[in-house]
Nanobody, 123 residues
Framework: QVQLVESGGGSVQAGGSLRLSCAASGYTYSSHCMAWFRQAPGKEREGVAARSAGGRTTYADSVKGRFTISQDNAKNTLYLQMNSLKPEDTAMYYC?????????????????WGQGTQVTVSS
């Protein structure tokens, strides 16, 4: 079973940066797709950035040009570099993963989810 552990959340002022990490373990296959989602209080969970098994990346319009998703295969770790943060980026951020060849994009079809890491951006 795939286990995901997020880290790197915190509190920053608007315009600042954070880098989230998601350490994965328990993969059966060498290929997998992963993504970052977020959920603000009172709002539905939304996809932020995704990376397919083939390396294709997808971003929500609200974060394009500010966030970058990347993966270190040797460390089985997914990253989300977040720059030019805005108060509306405040949310719990979740890592999601699917073992095997997949390309779920920003759809919440992933079988495995982390516990989340809080990001708070103050104005």
């Amino acid at each position: 079973q795939v286990q995901l552990v997020e880290s790197g959340g915190g509190s920053v002022q608007a315009g600042g940066s954070l880098r989230l990490s998601c350490a994965a373990s328990g993969y059966t296959y060498s290929s997998h797709c992963m993504a970052w989602f977020r959920q603000a209080p009172g709002k539905e969970r939304e996809g932020v950035a995704a990376r397919s098994a083939g390396g294709r990346t997808t971003y929500a319009d609200s974060v394009k040009g500010r966030f970058t998703i990347s993966q270190d295969n040797a460390k089985n770790t997914l990253y989300l570099q977040m720059n030019s943060l805005k108060p509306e980026d405040t949310a719990m951020y979740y890592c999601a993963a699917e073992d095997g060849w997949c390309d779920w994009g920003l759809r919440a079809l992933y079988k495995n989810w982390g516990q989340g890491t809080q990001v708070t951006v103050s104005s």
